[in-house]
């Protein structure tokens, strides 16, 4: 099984390129930066550094993060790791690994991106999969009409009567 799951946080703003096809495709590339704790050692009792991984998005993934994603924003991002090689104009092989993004949601809250100084805009801090469905899930605390409920949990409507609930 080839699945990976990273939350870090985005090194720069998405380079975004589209395909030359008759059908051009979004194609996003972003790298994160994923913090890694390292062995204590005598000089430094907690030292933490990172791994700073390549990421690529294809269709309505890409579109998102050209128009919602920040340098700076805390992302999770799902998908494979895909490696390859190629020739340099150097004649050197360069080997290559990206994780090919299947979703990609926000790890912090509208709050936080906002005190953090980037003033971009969390999309109802909504995530988005790379089926290119173009469908929203997994609110995160949004709601629909956009307001937080700040405790994961979405709001039953109005109307919904108890008998109707699957327990009780």
Do not use: W
Not at 9 to 20: A, F, G, K, N, W
Not at 76 to 104: A, E, F, M, P
Not at 115 to 125: K, P, V
């Amino acid at each position: 099984m080839n699945r990976v799951i990273l939350m870090g946080r985005l090194t720069r703003d998405p380079e975004i390129r589209y395909s030359q096809s008759d059908n051009s495709m979004a194609i996003a590339r972003y790298t994160l930066a994923v913090d890694r704790r390292g062995r204590r050692d005598q000089n430094n009792d907690n030292q933490q550094t990172a791994d700073f991984i390549r990421c690529i998005a294809f269709g309505r993934s890409a579109e998102f993060a050209e128009k919602y994603m920040h340098q700076g924003m805390r992302m999770l991002v799902s998908g494979r790791i895909q490696t390859g090689s190629y020739t340099n104009k150097d004649g050197q092989t360069v080997y290559t690994t990206d994780v090919i993004v299947d979703d990609q949601e926000f790890a912090d809250s509208k709050g936080a991106a906002a005190g953090a100084g980037n003033g971009g805009s969390y999309a109802n801090n909504r995530s988005y999969n790379n089926n290119n469905s173009g469908s929203a899930y997994g609110h995160n605390g949004g709601s629909d009409d956009g307001s937080s409920i700040g405790d994961g949990f979405m709001n039953i409507p109005d109307g919904v009567e108890d008998e109707g609930l699957p327990f009780n």
